[in-house]
Structures are given as C-alpha cells and as structure tokens.
C-alpha cells in the first residue's frame, strides 16, 4: 500500500516483546507509515497525552496493564484513533470487555499474518479518516447552524420590520386614498354649488367611466386616468359665467366667436385645475383631450384617432351621452350617427355594451373589434363608411374574415356596432 503523499498516518504500537515490537515495527514502516513503537503501557499512555494517532495496536498480555485496560484508556485519551487488540487468546469474555468498554476496531490473533496485519491497519486508517472527517463536518454544521440560526433571527427582524412598514404604508395609502376621494369629492360638490347641471353630469361621467375602466380594454394607469378625468373634466367650467354656460346649452349658436373660445379652451383650464389633485400627466392628457374629436375637428388641440389618448376618446362619449338634453334613445342615435367621424368607433361600442343602454335581444351581444372570434355568427351585416356590405348577416367569422375587418378598419375606421349572435 503506497501512504498519503503529504503525510503518512501516524502508529503507535505498544508489546512488552522486543522482537514482537521490532517486527511489527518493521512491518509497518515499510509500508512507509509513521510508527511509534512503545513497551510498556504506561509510558504509552503519556505518549498519547502529547500526540495523536490513527492506529493504536496493542497486545493483550503485558505486566504493566493488560493491552484491553490500555486501550480503555487510551479512548479517553484519543477517542478517534481506531484501536487493535493483538492477542494469542479470543475468549468470548475478552471480545465481549473489548467491545463493550474499550471499542476495539478488530482483533489481531498470534501469530499474526502480514498480509492479514497490514489489511486490518488499512482498514483502521480508513476508519480513522472517515471518524474525524465527519467530526469536521459535524463541527462545520454546527457552525453552518449556528450561523442559520442567527440568520433567521435577524431575517425575522427584518420580516418584522418589513411588515412593519407595509402596515405603515398600507394605512398611509388609505389614508391617501381617503383623501383623494375626499378631493375629488370636494370638487364635483364645488361644481354643484357653482352649477348644479355640472354637479349632475360629474357625477354621471364618474358612473360610465367606473363601467368602462373595468373593462379589460385599459391598462391600469389609463383606467385610473379615466375615472379621475371624469371627476374633474370640468373643473375649468367654473371660470365661465353661468350667463355663457346658459346661452350654451339653451342657444349655443348666439355665441360669439370670443365666447365659443373661452368654452372650447375650458379643457386647457381644466387640466390645470386638475394638476392641483391629481398630479400625473396622464390625467391631465386625457382631461385636455376629452372634447377632440375622432376625425380632428375638436378641441382644444385639433387632434385626431389615435393621438388622442384612449382613455379619452372613451370619454368624449359618455360626456356626449350625459351633456345631450335629447331623449336617450335619440342621443344613442346621435352618437351612432357620429361613429368614426367625432367618435372613436371602438369606444361607442365599449361605452353601449358596459352600459347597456340599448337593450338587445337574449340571444344577440355586442362586441368591440378586437372581441371578435373565429366562429362568431354576425347578427348585423357589416358596412364601411360608404355604405358597402362588407360582410352579411348571420354570415359565421372566420381568422381570414376577423382578418379583413380589422385591416378594413385600419383604412376606414368601420362606425356600426359590432352584433353577435351569443
């Protein structure tokens, strides 16, 4: 057997025999082992007090101490050394004391072989490196739990702490909340006391909008956007007399041109107003935009299709819907007549199917565009702004003909509603 590279292990044999000593010794050291030879046990036991060793091989009969009490000892002494009793008698009393007190490895009989010795110093080495490599290991995870533990407490304190803050701002963002409600609030009852139709209709704007916004047509921040434009669209009216706002709504075309600009700029005023309760530019866009028309003939900015922002064409209809005096039938009619051209199509079609303002039969539904399905069955035929059949009635959808609708839309927006069969 070829020793470790870096350091051979270590061997201590203890036999009152000088020639029994000498040969074991001999035995071992050319196998290139560490060998300390020793005879007598109690000056082995003090060897043992200064050094460690892999190996301690003894013999059973010596006239100091017998090699069983010796290698008893030597456990307290090195608990991890692997122990060998060499012994001429194996009675069944000296197995049963060496296992049971002295935790002997093996047993060597006299006379003993080489081949057979050196097997059994093989293996104790190997029991020696695997003992005090899982002592190492066993001290590591000590540590490694020891470290795991204090880890966890000061994860719990940082949890802790974390939920600390989350309860903090939890109660900071509802308490921000309640008073931006409470802002909101504040201004449609200011809107109210200035006039009450603005009041009115403030009030109805909100209604739509929470009905669109929850639709699955907006992202978050567009639907946060169209319910807090809704609330405050207005708010630039009060700068406008009520003498204006009457001769508006009773006789809009006595305006003169001065006046219809002070009413066509109340959205820029708005917006402004606006910035003082809700600060995201992304309100005051769609506050600003919510009188464009689809076709660009609005204002303030003359904008059109898609640069008018989406929660703001959605808008422009349900302040259609709740500015108009007509009878709501007619003023659903009006704002069909206008699809395409000062509303966005695709916005009519969400604001009548959340609000549900026309009651369709049981087995027919209204869709948006982008709604529509492979296997839809068209309840109404669908026509392009210049009145020619696209496709017909009770004609089912295929991917080729959703296809031909969108790209159709996308050269002229396609005004109609949307009718399925459900």
């Not at 009115?200 to 946060?224: C, I, N, Y």
């Not at 392009?384 to 009770?394: A, C, M, R, T």
Request: one cysteine or more; glycine letters at 4%.
């Amino acid at each position: 057997m070829t020793a470790p590279a870096n350091r051979s292990p270590a061997i201590l044999i203890v036999d009152d025999e000088p020639i029994v000593l000498g040969a074991l010794k001999e035995t071992l050291e050319r196998e290139r082992y560490q060998v300390v030879a020793c005879s007598s046990p109690i000056k082995a036991l003090t060897i043992l007090e200064e050094r460690d060793f892999a190996v301690i091989i003894s013999d059973q009969k010596m006239p100091d101490m017998l090699g069983l009490d010796f290698l008893i000892e030597s456990r307290r002494l090195r608990p991890h050394a692997s122990r060998v009793l060499i012994t001429a008698v194996l009675s069944l009393p000296t197995i049963v004391d060496a296992i049971n007190k002295g935790e002997i490895f093996r047993f060597v009989a006299k006379p003993w072989l080489r081949e057979e010795l050196l097997a059994t110093v093989r293996n104790a080495i190997q029991r020696h490196e695997l003992v005090t490599h899982n002592e190492v290991l066993m001290a590591q995870t000590q540590q490694l739990n020891a470290q795991l533990i204090v880890a966890n407490s000061e994860l719990e304190k940082q949890l802790s702490e974390v939920e600390q803050k989350r309860q903090k701002l939890d109660e900071f963002n509802r308490e921000l909340t309640s008073r931006y409600d409470s802002s909101l609030e504040l201004c449609r009852r200011i809107l109210t006391a200035y006039d009450p139709t603005l009041g009115g209709q403030a009030k109805a704007l909100v209604e739509f909008a929470s009905k669109m916004a929850e639709h699955g047509s907006f992202s978050d921040a567009e639907s946060h956007s169209l319910r807090s434009a809704a609330w405050l669209c207005d708010l630039g009216l009060i700068g406008v007399s009520r003498e204006l706002l009457r001769t508006f709504r009773t006789n809009p075309s006595q305006l003169t041109e001065r006046e219809r600009a002070t009413l066509n700029n109340h959205p820029i005023y708005s917006q402004t107003l606006a910035s003082l309760v809700d600060p995201r530019p992304e309100v005051g866009e769609v506050i600003r935009a919510h009188h464009e028309c689809f076709d660009g003939t609005g204002y303030p900015d003359g904008i059109a299709t898609k640069s008018i922002p989406w929660a703001a064409r959605c808008l422009a209809v349900a302040v259609g819907f709740v500015e108009s005096t007509s009878p709501k039938q007619t003023t659903i009619d009006t704002i069909l007549a206008k699809s395409g051209t000062k509303y966005d199509p695709e916005a009519v079609r969400l604001f009548l199917k959340v609000t549900q303002l026309v009651h369709l039969p049981r087995q027919v539904r209204e869709i948006l565009l982008d709604e529509l399905e492979p296997g839809m069955v068209l309840a109404t035929g669908i026509y392009s702004p210049h009145g020619l059949l696209l496709i017909g009635e009770g004609q089912a959808l295929g991917p080729a003909t959703i296809a031909k609708i969108r790209d159709h839309n996308q050269i002229a927006p396609i005004a109609q509603r949307l009718l399925v069969y459900s």
